[in-house]
């Protein structure tokens, strides 16, 4: 027997820009010393802001340790010079980070109190 459909208590409105992230920080490995991997720091400081943005509405205040750093090193606006082995393993390192903050964040629905449409 089906019954009627219960409606999400939550979101996981980080997962889009986690993945994109991950993606283009994965990608921008074959950038990395071109002068067009500054399209790939701007989509990864701004989509490590917006996730931000839905871990603070989750209330998960924690995953902003690592979100912050990841938007000011791949911050276009003030470059900060990393080369070598170590960028290197930070791209998969911030790229392992948009994945899990992605899945594990939560974003709680919020339900409206009217029954009809304003």
Same mark, same amino acid.
């Given at each position: 027997?089906?019954?009627t459909p219960v409606a999400p208590s939550f979101t996981r409105s980080a997962l889009a820009p986690g993945l994109l992230g991950a993606m283009a920080l994965l990608g921008g490995l074959a950038l990395l010393d071109s002068s067009g991997y500054i399209v790939i720091?701007?989509?990864v400081s701004? $989509? &490590?802001l917006i996730i931000c943005v839905? /871990? =603070?509405? &989750?209330?998960? =205040? =924690?995953? *902003? *340790?690592? $979100?912050?750093?990841?938007a000011v090193l791949w911050n276009p606006v003030f $470059?900060?010079? *990393?080369?070598?082995?170590? =960028? /290197?393993?930070?791209q998969f390192a911030a790229a392992l /980070?948009?994945?899990v903050v992605g899945v594990l964040t939560k974003v709680p629905v919020?339900?409206?109190?009217? &029954?009809? /449409?304003d």
């Open positions: 027997m089906m019954g720091r701007y989509a701004i $989509l &490590a839905f /871990v =603070w509405q &989750a209330r998960s =205040w =924690w995953w *902003l *340790l690592p $979100l912050g750093p990841i $470059l900060i010079a *990393l080369h070598g082995q170590g =960028w /290197v393993s930070a /980070v948009f994945i919020q339900r409206t109190g009217g &029954a009809g /449409v």
